[in-house]
């Protein structure tokens, strides 16, 4: 069982250059997101779908775009990378958990992140 | 916007003793869910417990419990009888029905032998 798999697992970029984070999940989720986490400052959130084809910002969104391609990708594009975009990138997924008759949200299960350095 | 606190960059413990772990958090809601994550050095992002906001009744997993109080908006993570296999950072997080999930700065805890 896979998971959440997101690649590449590393990658250094020149500023101005422009690269594409991929992301998928097998768990049949609805809801995908796209964090950072940079020293200090935990985890923030760049961007999220809630479902298949809609997107919506996060804290930090300026500088990037996503695509949720279908239920299961969703990616995180880097159209012009500056050296503030040095960071770690996660990619996650959630879905929901019974209890009972109801139906709880779930935790997000995140991906192994992908270091991104932007000299 | 929702905020989370934590006030302690970082801690140590030594091996089989107990530590507590604090977050705040701040929001108008009444009903949300509250996580701790950890994340060893292998960088992957572990979920450690959650509490339904609704519920009363304090999370428990193994050695690890917390203590919501919620009228405080505080969540504290205790780890008891400590292992070395714990020295992590660990993040706590707040998340509405729905919608994101916002992460306190971590703490970085370290476990002594």
């Known amino acids: 069982n896979a998971g959440v798999t997101q690649t590449p697992k590393f990658q250094v970029l020149k500023t101005g250059q422009s690269m594409t984070l991929q992301c998928a999940q097998d768990?049949?989720?609805?809801?995908m997101y796209w964090y950072r986490q940079d020293p200090g400052m935990g985890l923030r959130l760049i961007y999220y779908s809630a479902s298949e084809g809609t997107t919506d910002k996060g804290e930090v969104p300026n500088g990037y775009n996503v695509s949720r391609l279908n239920k299961r990708e969703f990616s995180l594009r880097l159209e012009s990378a500056a050296p503030s975009q040095t960071s770690v990138y996660f990619c996650a997924s959630r879905g929901r958990v019974r209890v009972g008759s109801i139906y709880n949200t779930g935790e997000l299960f995140f991906g192994e992140g992908s270091r991104l350095t932007v000299l | 916007a929702q905020t989370v606190t934590q006030s302690q960059p970082e801690m140590s413990v030594q091996e089989a003793e107990t530590v507590t772990l604090s977050c705040t958090y701040d929001?108008?809601?009444?009903?949300?869910?509250l996580f701790w994550y950890k994340q060893p050095p292998s960088r992957q992002m572990i979920l450690v417990i959650r509490q339904e906001a609704y519920k009363q009744q304090n999370a428990t997993e193994n050695r690890f419990s917390v203590n919501f109080q919620k009228a405080a908006k505080s969540f504290s993570l205790k780890i008891s009888d400590s292992q070395l296999g714990d020295t992590a950072m660990y993040f706590c997080?707040?998340?509405?029905?729905?919608?994101?999930?916002?992460f306190g700065a971590g703490t970085r805890l370290t476990v002594k032998p």
């Open positions: 929001t108008s809601e009444n009903n949300y869910y």
């Open positions: 997080a707040f998340m509405l029905n729905n919608n994101d999930m916002r």
């Open positions: 768990m049949n989720h609805n809801s």
